[in-house]
């Protein structure tokens, strides 16, 4: 990267990508190969030496500006594994221990199973109670409930995560700085901690909107639509997920950059048919994607989705692609400066910045090709944006999912179309049941037709014995 650098000719722009990529190159290389601090330290001096004694604005100078970007990337991701010491709770994995810790994320309800994020506080030792730090997945029972930053106490063996086939299931929980993991624990309420207000009021509004969901529609229609708008998709039966997958139209269901954009571009069809201006429809996207992270909790995930989401509408309210490579690789560092280890161990990630790539540059030469589509409900645009998608997502999938879905773009033709509709009923719908519930209840009839025809349309096509290929 560095050689090729020397004998380019640079213009600032092109240094902010340029450096950008330097950091992210060096935070990939770290991923999988440790060097020793001392090391780290003598290129970063001797890169500062060069751009000082280097001539200013030369090509040498802004090489060496690079490089330093590139080793503070490595260092960066370096910084992020802990020291494991007697500090750690993962210091004492393979042993029985009781410690105390506040549930620091919204409980992750599965099917059979709910699992509980705990950052640790005391481990009760010999001599009494010491502070302790790191955190534990503590896998438990469905009941009885808890709920974020409830105060616990659990007794279990801890064990350090492995890999799962060919899963890397260490490094999946790594990014979250998940070091241990706990089963079949022995659990006790103790308090409750008055920590984040604004997160804890936020997931009681979400669990009154879950409850109220079921009230009002049946299943699995109630667990649909809280994929759709909370993307709350571990509720949903295995057999409606495996046809989503073979039918490729997951993306509806799991949050990410992908998800949110293909669906802020289809609103953005909606609102401007209805007649209203470019920025304004941007505005009111950018509040819809707010609204949306909001009411999930303000997930780092979630979080990243929305970013990507709002650069992507960015690229078309401009009309300009230029600056957007810019933004998108600053956008980048800014998140692996936050957590580096979401590089290469997070699929969500890699998925959001692909997709994206997809919708800002290949899209727009998408839409001409499909001039011949009738534009009614943004089926033009939802299929142009979905294809775009599909292209630049389609190595990665096929690379850590083994799995490709043949019928995808029919699928997302018959569906995209309606989930906009869709999410606007549920919306109302909620509103309506939060006031008074039977017109909740009566509100979503519309609504439970319209999720029916996606699941079923979900499943004929993922019946069809040519739909997807397992590699």
């Known amino acids: 990267m560095t050689l090729f650098l020397f004998v380019m000719k640079f213009r600032k722009s092109q240094f902010v990508f340029y450096a950008c990529m330097s950091f992210i190159i060096g935070v990939g290389l770290a991923s999988f190969?440790?060097?020793?601090?001392?090391?780290?330290?003598?290129?970063?001096?001797?890169?500062?030496?060069?751009?000082?004694?280097?001539?200013?604005k030369s090509s040498w100078q802004l090489a060496f500006l690079c490089f330093l970007f590139f080793v503070l990337g490595y260092g960066r991701y370096q910084l992020s594994i802990p020291i494991i010491n007697e500090n750690q709770i993962?210091?004492?994995?393979?042993?029985?221990?009781?410690?105390?810790?506040?549930?620091?994320?919204?409980?992750?309800?599965?099917?059979?199973?709910?699992?509980?994020?705990?950052?640790?506080?005391?481990?009760?030792?010999?001599?009494?109670?010491?502070?302790?730090?790191?955190?534990v997945l503590v896998n438990t029972n469905l009941y009885p409930q808890y709920n974020y930053n409830d105060i616990v106490e659990i007794s279990c063996k801890l064990?350090?995560?492995?890999?799962?086939?060919?899963?890397?299931?260490?490094?999946?929980?790594?990014?979250?700085?998940?070091?241990?993991?706990?089963?079949?624990?022995?659990?006790?309420?103790?308090?409750?901690?008055?920590?984040?207000?604004?997160?804890?009021?936020?997931?009681?509004?979400?669990?009154?909107v879950v409850w109220l969901?079921?009230?009002?529609?049946?299943?699995?229609?109630?667990?649909?639509?809280?994929?759709?708008?909370?993307?709350?998709?571990?509720?949903?039966?295995?057999?409606?997920?495996?046809?989503?997958?073979?039918?490729?139209?997951?993306?509806?269901?799991?949050?990410?950059?992908?998800?949110?954009?293909?669906?802020?571009?289809?609103?953005t069809s909606i609102f401007v048919a209805l007649g209203f201006g470019k920025k304004t429809v941007f505005w009111l996207i950018v509040l819809c994607i707010a609204f949306?992270?909001?009411i999930t909790g303000f997930p780092a995930s979630i979080i990243r989705a929305g970013i990507m989401g709002i650069i992507v509408l960015m690229s078309q309210t401009l009309g300009r692609v230029s600056n957007i490579k810019n933004t998108l690789a600053l956008t980048a560092l800014v998140m692996l400066l936050v957590n580096p280890k979401i590089l290469i161990w997070d699929a969500g990630f890699q998925l959001s910045?692909?997709?994206?790539?997809?919708?800002?540059?290949?899209?727009?030469?998408?839409?001409?090709?499909?001039?011949?589509?009738?534009?009614?409900?943004g089926i033009q645009d939802s299929l142009s944006t979905t294809l775009s998608a599909i292209v630049f997502t389609t190595p990665l999938i096929l690379w850590q999912f083994g799995r490709f879905s043949v019928v995808a773009p029919l699928a997302n033709l018959l569906i995209l179309p309606a989930i906009p509709l869709m999410m606007l009923l549920g919306f109302i719908a909620i509103a309506l049941g939060l006031i008074w519930l039977p017109a909740g209840s009566v509100a979503a009839w519309p609504l439970w037709l319209g999720l029916t025809y996606i699941l079923n349309t979900a499943h004929w096509l993922a019946a069809l014995s040519w739909s997807n290929i397992n590699l």
Not at 40 to 49: E, K, Q, R, T
Not at 105 to 119: C, G, H, M, N, S
Not at 213 to 220: D, K, M, T
Not at 358 to 372: D, E, F, I, R, T
């Open 292 to 294: 949306f992270v909001a």
């Open 353 to 377: 910045f692909l997709s994206t790539i997809g919708l800002v540059y290949l899209s727009p030469l998408m839409v001409k090709w499909l001039k011949w589509l009738p534009n009614f409900l």
């Open 33 to 56: 190969f440790t060097i020793s601090w001392t090391v780290i330290y003598f290129a970063g001096l001797v890169s500062i030496i060069m751009i000082i004694f280097s001539k200013a």
């Open 213 to 267: 969901a079921g009230q009002i529609l049946p299943e699995p229609q109630a667990s649909f639509l809280g994929g759709l708008l909370w993307g709350a998709k571990k509720g949903l039966p295995p057999e409606i997920l495996n046809d989503f997958t073979a039918a490729g139209v997951t993306h509806i269901i799991a949050v990410s950059g992908y998800n949110i954009t293909i669906i802020a571009v289809a609103l």
């Open 90 to 135: 993962a210091f004492y994995n393979n042993q029985k221990v009781v410690f105390q810790g506040v549930i620091a994320d919204e409980p992750d309800a599965r099917l059979d199973q709910v699992k509980l994020t705990i950052k640790s506080w005391k481990l009760k030792a010999k001599t009494g109670w010491q502070d302790i730090q790191g955190n």
């Open 159 to 208: 064990a350090a995560p492995e890999p799962i086939e060919d899963f890397q299931y260490d490094k999946y929980l790594a990014k979250s700085d998940i070091y241990s993991v706990c089963y079949r624990g022995q659990i006790k309420l103790i308090g409750h901690f008055q920590g984040n207000f604004v997160k804890s009021f936020i997931l009681k509004i979400k669990n009154k």
